[in-house]
């Protein structure tokens, strides 16, 4: 199964930009999704933005409408690393950053968006925007 590490979260006043980077291991197939969903204190995790190499969208990444035109996903050629990154932050983008990729595991948190379920998850990363 796949092994998801978080990186670049941190403190940032409105305004400002940061840069996420998920580093990617162990086995992800070639038609999985990837993607980076988020967790704000108290509010369930819900989808920022991700990226499949099949379907309608056939890699083009799909966002949320929370985030559209500010963040951008973006993969690299071997798939070993995602990243997010994030322009025009505001205060309510606050929240723990979640790399994730498509898969049902028994047990697991499954989130659907963008038309795939995502049951592989890592650590986080938290995003503070202040204002």
């Known amino acids: 199964q796949p092994r998801l590490v978080e990186s670049g979260g941190g403190s940032v006043q409105a305004g400002e930009s940061l840069r996420l980077a998920c580093e990617m291991s162990g086995y992800i197939g070639d038609t999985d999704c990837l993607g980076w969903f988020r967790q704000a204190a108290g509010k369930r995790r819900e989808g920022v933005a991700t990226?499949?190499?099949?379907?309608?969208?056939?890699?083009?990444?799909y966002y949320a409408d929370s985030v559209k035109g500010r963040f951008t996903l973006s993969e690299d050629k071997n798939r070993n690393q995602i990243y997010l990154q994030m322009e025009s932050l505001k205060p309510e983008d606050t929240a723990i950053y979640y790399c994730a990729a498509q898969g049902t595991p028994h047990g697991s948190l499954l989130i659907q968006f963008g038309g795939a379920y995502f049951g592989y998850w890592g650590q986080g990363t938290l995003v503070t925007v202040s204002s």
């Open positions: 990226i499949c190499p099949r379907g309608r969208n056939h890699n083009t990444p």
